[in-house]
């Protein structure tokens, strides 16, 4: 297995993750090739909680333009991980 730490990339912070948190959800930037049963693995391991479900989507990038040069952001990919009733992040408890 890879290392954890480059699996999870850092947490995502939206005004849709903050309100998905009350429901025990919480959300992360991704490695792009990562799969699901080692998001959730590398989760667990390195916050010692326990998933119940692991949810992702691959964001495209976007068109950017400065001046006359055109350019893309790049693609990356987003993981909400549900977590069994009782568990918690602390990392986001701060935001």
Known sequence: MKDPRDIIIA?????????????????????????????KKAIEK??????????????????RRMGYTQGKTSNWKKARVKLAEGDSIEIFEGV
Request: aromatic share 8%; proline share 6%.
């Open 11 to 39: 947490p995502h912070i939206s005004e849709r993750s903050m309100m998905d948190m009350e429901e025990n959800w919480y959300t992360f930037k991704v490695a792009i090739k990562a799969n699901k049963p080692e998001i």
């Open 46 to 63: 390195i916050f010692d909680v326990n998933v119940e479900k692991v949810t992702t989507n691959r964001m495209p990038g976007k068109k």
